[in-house]
């Protein structure tokens, strides 16, 4: 497991990591690997220790009420530099992510006519060893073109197609570590780095359909692309090909990173491709940066409309850096799903991709991610041509307010916090049966959804004597630690319930331990995305 807290045997919190038992490069990659990390390690782990101790630097002086903001002018945002994208990625109108460890999903998302496919190391993933090594394992074969599944319905072997799938890898965030790989089994490696490290090392480049591309995630600041940059380098090297050689785009999921975009990219300018707001862990980010200010409290997610100021201003900033750099701009993840099985939310699901992929067309981006076959073709219809010729808005603002007031948005309520407590839970008793992304009345929730709702749930809660809840009565009440754990215990029971008659005791037990987990995380304030 990463730098997140793992569950020893009781379910409970503590602050070691998951390991595999035993670990044997030649068993599960190929013999040399050892050979190939250590040194990586030995440049780049002590640098991604650095960094990760500066995002807690930044998050604290926040709180104090210095907030992020701008850069001064610089080469970055003043110079005519621009990035040459490369015909094999201008088509990216839709990207389809899941997770690497589901090798059906994966077939099935490389066999669905996407533009892009994105395998999934990090948020929509368990990170538990079995789920990492297995998810490593499946890109791997899916880089080489032999990635397939059994089908037992049809009793048959599916694999994949030949395609111009752009085939995108995401890795763990910076901010994660991987220990019980090295001869000293507790040192930590950076997991991006491992990840990375593993699959470069696995891959032949001349036989791949484009360059080797990575999706990067939870980045925070300007100075870390310098990271990536020089991982990316050295991976190049020891692979023997040119430096430049391995791509890649990047998640805008952080409030600070809002700011430093262009300088990003700049400093990513000979790998990087494109930008991608990640909606859902930037909402996340603003909230955990915003935690102690009463007058910036978010209402309920689902009464946020999907053009509200704090994203729409950030969506045209992103498309404006993007497109003056030559650069794509892709829009985020719509989480609610299509349903083959329950036609009134299968209508409003698709209505709901319409007008959010139709918002995100107009705002000039060149396509948006999705994460099931039925949101394809709504997906890429709406964006008129494989980019929008790097088109840009007239008096498009380059230093806009990422913070506007929230004032007047959506509905502050006690069901949205019962809301919020019953799909933590249920999230959390997800992960607990190896599942880092699960489906939840109609919306597909991960670690991103999750953070939000944990988040909210704790803000409301330090200022409940000034942001008062509506209640089912029309009355307005104060949320205390108290009504919380109030609430918990209610949701509990009421997913035992849902179980029905004769459940197993062993799953009765897994919801208890994902409703003490839930709570302790928001009391302990265990925020960051771990």
Request: glycine residues 8%; negative net charge; aromatic residues 8%.
């Amino acid at each position: 497991m990463g730098t997140k807290s793992g569950l020893d045997g009781a379910g409970s919190l503590n602050n070691s990591d998951y390991r595999p038992v035993i670990f044997d490069p030649s068993t599960v990659i190929s013999r040399g690997f050892f050979e190939f990390l250590l040194p990586l390690h030995q440049e780049f782990t002590p640098r991604q220790q650095e960094l990760a101790a500066k995002r807690k630097s930044v998050l604290e002086l926040a709180h104090r009420g210095v907030m992020p903001n701008h850069l001064p002018p610089s080469e970055a945002s003043t110079g005519q530099w621009k990035i040459e994208l490369p015909s094999w990625c201008r088509d990216q109108r839709n990207q389809m992510t899941g997770p690497a460890d589901d090798v059906e999903l994966a077939v099935k998302m490389l066999n669905s006519g996407a533009p892009g496919v994105m395998l999934d190391l990090e948020d929509s993933m368990v990170d538990e060893w079995p789920h990492v090594m297995t998810g490593i394992l499946n890109i791997l074969e899916a880089l080489r073109g032999k990635i397939c599944y059994f089908d037992e319905k049809h009793n048959k072997r599916v694999g994949i197609g030949s395609a111009k799938t752009v085939l995108w890898v995401r890795p763990r965030g910076l901010h994660m570590s991987q220990s019980g790989v090295l001869a000293n089994r507790a040192e930590k490696v950076s997991a991006s780095l491992f990840d990375m490290a593993a699959i470069a090392y696995g891959i032949d480049p001349d036989r791949l359909n484009h360059p080797l591309s990575f999706y990067i995630p939870k980045s925070e600041s300007a100075e870390e692309a310098l990271w990536w940059r020089d991982v990316f380098r050295a991976l190049a090297r020891a692979k023997g090909v040119e430096e430049d050689y391995i791509k890649c785009m990047a998640l805008v999921e952080s409030h600070p990173l809002a700011y430093q975009m262009e300088e990003f990219a700049y400093n990513l300018r000979d790998h990087l491709l494109g930008l991608n707001l990640g909606r859902w862990d930037y909402m996340a980010s603003l909230i955990h940066f915003n935690l102690l200010d009463p007058k910036w409290v978010l209402p309920d997610r689902n009464t946020i409309p999907h053009d509200v100021s704090f994203f729409q201003r950030l969506r045209d900033l992103m498309v404006e850096i993007c497109h003056r750099r030559g650069m794509l701009a892709i829009g985020g993840m719509t989480a609610l799903y299509p349903s083959r099985t329950d036609k009134e939310l299968n209508e409003r699901a698709l209505k709901v991709l319409f007008e959010d992929k139709k918002n995100e067309a107009d705002c000039l981006m060149d396509g948006a991610w999705t994460g099931h076959p039925d949101q394809n073709e709504i997906a890429v219809d709406r964006f008129p041509c494989p980019n929008q010729g790097f088109a840009r808005k007239s008096g498009a603002q380059r230093y806009p307010d990422l913070r506007p007031s929230v004032e007047g948005i959506g509905r502050i309520t006690l069901d949205g916090v019962r809301a919020a407590v019953r799909t933590v839970v249920r999230y959390r008793d997800g992960v607990l049966h190896g599942k880092g992304a699960s489906l939840l009345d109609g919306y597909m929730e991960d670690l991103a959804t999750d953070r939000i709702y944990r988040l909210m749930i704790a803000q409301r809660t330090i200022h409940g004597n000034k942001v008062s809840l509506e209640d089912g009565l029309k009355r307005r009440i104060g949320l205390t630690p108290e009504l919380v754990t109030t609430l918990f215990d209610q949701e509990l029971e009421r997913l035992i319930f849902e179980l029905g008659p004769g459940s197993e005791p062993v799953e009765i037990e897994k919801l208890r331990q994902a409703r003490r987990l839930s709570e302790e995380m928001i009391t302990a304030k265990r925020f960051n995305p771990e």
